[in-house]
């Protein structure tokens, strides 16, 4: 782990705490101890970020795996993975590197921004994916390496679950060409009870990036949770009031980490994407 990079977005308190203002969990971390996302440290009163540019994984994916069905289809983008998460869910489907990663904390490898583009043009990437785990937690890297990565004509892409404060989100939007956000849900108490955060700054970073970046939605349907035809109604609805030509993606859940129940039936996912095609113009099954 680093020791050297400080953090933006945050303010000292007194007794030595720092209050992080990267997500909208705020965070006021006491000396020695670490934030909800795993990630960010309070080392001597400053923040501090451990895992500046430690990398759990790098492959070369389809556009279309993020998912970007209307972003250079049919092209290859290198994609990195991180380590952490500021949400709880019981049913992460990347539980290893987002929540329960102190056993791989050895095996991640350190790159410079520079160096991650350097490899992304190696590869002859069209660009550089920020995914697996949650990229924005990483904020201060991310920028970093997306700024070097434009100059060097490589398109960014951000897969995320969307939780973020607006000003670090303009700095990190500025860099990036497309995302697929998360829409976990539309009912503000699953954020709550559920996955322990909150819809509002969710759907405000989703509205945010729509104004500046292409941007694609994912749900991962939930038999029993997020799946009842309303919710979706409202999803589908929601998106279409920001443009009906945002592409949803509605993708199967299958039991992961905590949660046991069975996988979503391919016939709901497709029922599901009926019902949101009477608002939008393109929705997409995933996972089935
Ligand atoms: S980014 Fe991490 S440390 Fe900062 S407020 Fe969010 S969960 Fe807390």
Request: with cysteine; charged share 15%; aromatic share 18%.
């Given at each position: 782990m680093r020791t050297d990079f400080e953090a933006s977005y945050y303010t000292r308190l007194d007794e030595g705490k720092v209050r992080c203002?990267?997500?909208?969990?705020f965070c006021v971390i006491a000396e020695g101890k670490i934030g909800i996302c795993g990630v960010r440290r309070n080392q001597a009163g400053r923040l501090m970020l451990?895992?500046?540019?430690?990398?759990?994984s790098i492959a070369m994916d389809p556009i279309e795996k993020k998912p970007l069905y209307h972003f250079f289809p049919g092209s290859v983008i290198m994609s990195v993975g991180f380590v952490g998460c500021p949400f709880r869910c019981p049913f992460c489907q990347n539980y290893s590197i987002s929540i329960e990663f102190a056993s791989l904390v050895s095996s991640l490898s350190f790159f410079e921004p520079q160096e991650l583009v350097d490899r992304a043009i190696a590869l002859g990437s069209m660009g550089i994916a920020y995914t697996y785990s949650e990229p924005l937690i990483h904020a201060e890297f991310i920028t970093e390496a997306a700024r070097l990565a434009r100059k060097r004509g490589l398109k960014n892409v951000l897969v995320t679950?969307?939780?973020?404060?607006p000003a670090p989100a303009e700095d990190i939007l500025e860099h990036m060409d497309a995302a697929n956000i998360?829409?976990?849900?539309?009912n503000a108490d699953f954020y709550s009870?559920?996955?322990?955060?909150?819809?509002e700054p969710v759907k405000a970073f989703i509205l945010q990036a729509a104004k500046k970046i292409h941007v694609e939605v994912t749900t991962l349907l939930i038999p029993g949770k997020n799946d009842s035809d309303e919710e979706i109604r409202d999803i589908a609805k929601w998106v279409a009031a920001i443009r009906d030509d945002i592409p949803l993606h509605l993708t199967a859940y299958y039991p992961r980490y905590h949660y046991t129940q069975p996988p979503t039936p391919p016939s709901r996912v497709l029922a599901a994407v009926d019902i949101a095609k009477k608002y939008l113009r393109h929705v997409y099954p995933g996972n089935i």
């Open positions: 203002e990267l997500c909208p969990h451990p895992y500046y540019g430690m990398i759990s679950n969307g939780y973020i404060n998360d829409l976990k849900s539309f009870s559920f996955i322990r955060g909150k819809i």
